[in-house]
């Protein structure tokens, strides 16, 4: 399936990398001289006699700045503006085509495809979006047609060069809607461990860059997942997965924390930062008073990027979550101890959890309680999936009597 939308309509079937080098030869001449003109016709020529296709490419690639600089404001006879992008997709369109059709083993091909993307990521301060849409159709080249099933690797490295690209132009909104395929690309894409990890760091990387922390996050924590207990004490392991406890302390809308502590990673930081670990384990199964504590053995901890004061925040969102867990209703006077606030704070702590979702309920201001439908369940573990499969033979066993009744009913013609 084609994804990048700036797809060329048609590969041609008897590409010719001189075609190429006589445009670049007249265009040459005409910005900059016979001299320089000459001199890249003796570099082709010399590069064309190899027969080696990726010293032919990287001659056609040498100068194509002069190429890019046609997309630069031209005005003609009647001061006009001319736009010569589609001449310059043109080039690189044959230039793909080129290599397509003669460079056929795997390690070349994958050496001059690379050579492409390095050479169109070299400015990521001049015309961004062509050079983003010509890699992006270098993906589709490969992606269309029967080739896609043949160059995984191909596919895999110029996507790399996509977003990476996409993230240093600051053009990486470019490439956000067509992430929604990344699940099927990494599949499709045979991708050893490691190569699946990278990716996900990219991104993560990027949506970083982007200032989308939840996003980076997300990406951050399965590049985690993916590591095992051999690797997890890395020292790249180690500087992610302090990365990302990080990360789960310090973002809002972060409250399951039990999945990010059971993490091989993570484990491994307790010899190198054990009091973040223990930071993190309160946030597990801890209360403020645990919290109160460790700030007073560890206040270093709380001067930097993580702030005592939104711990506690976010915990007191936590602690209610779990005096709420088995209840229909709560008395404000309880939470009001429970959270070391005063009853008049109660209602603004008990709003900020129903708007985060850490309880589903409702305020009863008559009774002074807050009636409970659900609350947040801060750590899942062997007995809460006992409890769900409890409930739901229960609720199978309930289902299957109503019916039965329903059942005799009908007969009787109730």
């Not at 970083?208 to 997300?218: C, G, N, S, T, Y």
Request: glycine share 2%; charged share 25%; hydrophobic share 45%.
């Amino acid at each position: 399936m084609v994804v990048f939308k700036e797809s060329p309509a048609a590969l041609e079937q008897d590409p010719h990398q001189k075609r190429l080098a006589k445009q670049l030869f007249d265009l040459i001449k005409a910005k900059q001289g016979e001299a320089k003109a000459q001199a890249f016709d003796a570099t082709f020529k010399a590069a064309n006699e190899t027969g080696d296709w990726y010293t032919i490419v990287e001659s056609l690639l040498a100068p194509v700045q002069v190429v890019f600089n046609e997309l630069d404001v031209v005005v003609d006879a009647d001061n006009r503006p001319k736009d010569k992008t589609e001449e310059v997709r043109n080039f690189f369109m044959v230039l793909y085509s080129v290599i397509v059709f003669n460079v056929k083993e795997d390690a070349e091909l994958k050496r001059t495809v690379l050579l492409v993307c390095t050479t169109l990521m070299s400015n990521p301060k001049q015309h961004t979006e062509a050079r983003l849409k010509l890699l992006m159709m270098l993906y589709n080249t490969f992606e269309d047609g029967a080739s896609a099933n043949k160059r995984p690797a191909i596919l895999h490295e110029v996507l790399k060069c996509v977003l990476t690209y996409a993230g240093d132009a600051k053009q990486f909104d470019f490439v956000l809607p067509f992430l929604e395929y990344l699940d099927d690309w990494m599949t499709s894409y045979n991708l050893t461990e490691e190569e699946h990890r990278a990716l996900l760091l990219t991104l993560a990387d990027q949506m970083r860059k982007m200032d989308k922390r939840q996003d980076a996050f997300d990406y951050l924590q399965k590049h985690v997942n993916l590591l095992s207990k051999d690797e997890a004490s890395s020292k790249d392991a180690e500087k992610q997965a302090l990365r990302l406890v990080t990360d789960a302390i310090t973002l809002p809308s972060i409250f399951q924390f039990d999945n990010v502590l059971q993490l091989p990673a993570v484990q491994a930081l307790k010899k190198s930062n054990a009091p973040l670990i223990q930071l993190l384990e309160i946030f597990v199964n801890g209360d403020l008073n645990d919290l109160q504590s460790f700030q007073k053995k560890h206040p270093k901890i709380f001067e930097d990027e993580i702030s005592f004061s939104a711990c506690m925040s976010k915990l007191r969102l936590l602690v209610l979550a779990t005096a709420a867990q088995g209840k229909t209703e709560l008395e404000l006077s309880e939470i009001s101890q429970v959270l070391q606030v005063s009853v008049d704070e109660t209602e603004v702590w008990i709003v900020r959890a129903i708007a985060s979702g850490v309880i589903e309920g409702r305020i009863d201001q008559v009774r002074k309680l807050v009636t409970i439908q659900s609350a947040f369940q801060r750590v899942f573990g062997d007995d809460q999936w006992k409890s769900l499969d409890d409930r739901i033979s229960d609720w199978i066993e309930h289902s299957e009597a109503l019916l039965k009744v329903m059942g005799v009913k009908s007969t009787l013609g109730v």
